[in-house]
Each structure stands twice: as C-alpha cells, then as structure tokens.
C-alpha cells in the first residue's frame, strides 16, 4: 500500500496569497496534479491539517475544488488554522467527518486499506498551539485494542515530539506525554505522521517513529537557534510516500513538487558510475 501525506495547505480565498508570497492555491493544485500522475499510483492521500489559512467557508471551498480531481480516495484532519464546524460543513459527503456536534474533535478510523489509518485532533480552537485530550487518548487506546495485530498509523496535526524550531516547539502539542505511554503499549503502530511544522523531521517515538511532512507549499526555515525568529522560505515544496509491504513494515519517501531536470542513467558514456 502506498499512503500519500500532504500538509498545510494554508488554502485562502479570492486569489489571495500568504503572507502576501505565497499562492498557495496554485501550489496545492501543481500538488495534486504531481500525485496523479505518479507512476505508483497512491491507495489514499490523508492531509494533516491546516488545510486553510482561517477557517472560512469560502476558504473550504476552494479547497473541495482543488481536491476535487484527485483521483484516490482522500481523508482530511483539521490543523490550528481550521475550524471544525465549517471544514464539517464543506464536505458533507465525507462521512467519517461528522460529528454529534460542529465542535467535536474530528478522531476517526479508515479500515479500508491493508494499513489502518486512525486520526486524532490536536486543536485548540484560536490557538495556535496544539492539546491531546485525555478523552482521546482513552478512545486510541480502545480502538488499537481490537485490532493489535493490524499494521497501523497515527496521524495528526502537532508532532509530539520536540523539534529544536524554537518558535515552533513554542506552539506545538502541549501534553505529548499523553501519548507516547499509549503509543508504546501498540507495536502494531508503524509510525505517528503529523504536520504543522513545514519540514520532513524524523525521531523515534513509543517504540516506533513520529515524522513531520514537508509544507506543500512553503517551508520553515531551518534554524535551530532557540532565539531564532519565525521566518518561511520558499524552499522546494513537497509531499510524502509511506510505503507499506508486509515483509518490510512502513517506509517513508519525501517527493518535491516541480518540474526538474532528468531522469538521467547513471551513466558516463558505455561506463556504469553508479
């Protein structure tokens, strides 16, 4: 099975781009386009959060007709820029969305792939920093329990681990301590995947690994300065590959959006330089 991870998406209305640099719009629609024409071609794509830039029904709009020809089944959790209800309201059709309320955390289960995807909601709504609740950690906990034997991932908006972006651990989950105990005691989870950080990040976790995807279309800067200041660049932007085989477990690959030069043999002449 091949899941594919795409990440604040930072989606605005009117043509409007972030930070008055980036049209993200136009990124997430080189995006979508890259990932059906890939040569393998993804069981499913889930998107982790910060889908757009304000929570706004004009903003979901755009993005149900960006996603639109998407040509695999997508799933999609909310992120700190995202607001429930309206996301709820903007894909009405998308049934594991729906909640007893427009407020309820958007936790769901996709049983319909060799990997099981199992989602948990990190908002804190106008916040931008991220919380667990106790609540969901009791509902992973039962749901990892029916099925230990089933290969399973995590996702979610805020990484729970800490980063070194000082600004961004600044805002990231505020309780991770919640999850790794519970995460640990489920070897069947192949790996936690999250967004909100604009950077392909990797780090052991629970007894397993927790990983950040790559913005689709601008990324943080690099700084591992604690003082460093909260800056973007427009680094190439990207996507994730999580390749999953029975034999081999879960294995990730970070893909660039973009037209670049090649491929090439790894040839010089009659001579392989490989």
Aim: charge should be negative; include cysteine.
């Amino acid at each position: 099975m091949i899941l594919c991870q795409i990440s604040d998406l930072h989606i605005k209305a009117q043509g409007k781009k972030s930070y008055r640099v980036v049209d993200t719009a136009e990124s997430l629609r080189r995006c979508v386009a890259q990932v059906n024409r890939l040569k393998q071609r993804p069981d499913a794509v889930v998107f982790t959060g910060d889908l757009v830039d304000f929570g706004l029904a004009d903003e979901y709009a755009v993005l149900r007709e960006l996603l639109a020809p998407l040509t695999m089944p997508y799933y999609l959790l909310p992120g700190n820029h995202d607001e429930r209800g309206a996301l709820r309201r903007a894909f009405p059709d998308h049934g594991y969305l729906q909640g007893a309320a427009d407020d309820a955390r958007i936790e769901y289960v996709i049983e319909d792939h060799p990997l099981r995807i199992v989602t948990l909601d990190t908002v804190i709504p106008r916040s931008s920093k991220g919380e667990l609740a106790p609540a969901s950690m009791d509902w992973l906990e039962q749901v990892l329990s029916t099925q230990p034997q089933r290969p399973t991932v995590i996702a979610m908006h805020h990484p729970p681990f800490t980063t070194g972006i000082g600004h961004m651990d600044d805002i990231g989950l505020i309780n991770p301590q919640l999850l790794e105990p519970v995460v640990r005691r489920h070897p069947q989870v192949e790996r936690v995947i999250c967004g909100h950080l604009h950077r392909s990040i990797q780090t052991r976790f629970g007894g397993t690994m927790a990983s950040t995807c790559p913005g689709v279309s601008h990324q943080v800067v690099l700084d591992l300065d604690p003082q460093a200041p909260s800056q973007f660049v427009m680094e190439p932007p990207g996507f994730q590959l999580h390749w999953w085989e029975r034999n081999t477990g879960l294995i990730s690959h970070t893909a660039y959006v973009g037209e670049f030069d090649g491929p090439y043999p790894f040839y010089d002449g009659d001579q392989l330089i490989d």
